[in-house]
């Protein structure tokens, strides 16, 4: 695995700032992320139980590592209110290595 291929960008909605602030202060308190951004105004359309629903969310952009992925995602269910929270990972293939760096130095990845 390659340096960049050892960090991912995780996505998680929250319904509203109190929630996302909490989860975001926790994950980096807690070195599970090195960064989380807070995005208000978030317009979600979803079908939930076989309804078509909508919702203003908050939109959680985690910067955190493969090896505390699994970790990070489990802290986010053990705050989060939803029944079944959205938590999306992708690699982040490319990006500056300093920020990579960063990034790894700022969490539980072990360099």
């Not at 308190?29 to 807070?38: G, P």
């Not at 079908?47 to 910067?63: A, D, F, M, N, Y």
């Amino acid at each position: 695995m390659t340096e960049q291929s050892a960090h991912i960008l995780m996505l998680s909605t929250c319904p509203d700032r109190a929630c996302a602030d909490q989860i975001a202060h926790t994950l980096v308190e807690e070195k599970l992320a090195a960064c989380v951004n807070v995005l208000d105004g978030v317009s979600s359309v979803y079908r939930w139980q076989g309804q078509v629903e909508s919702s203003q969310e908050t939109l959680l952009l985690i910067k955190t590592t493969r090896e505390t992925g699994k970790s990070t995602q489990k802290r986010i269910v053990s705050l989060h209110p939803y029944e079944l929270p959205e938590i999306i990972s992708v690699p982040i293939e490319t990006g500056s290595v300093p920020y990579l760096d960063w990034i790894t130095k700022n969490t539980g990845l072990k360099t």
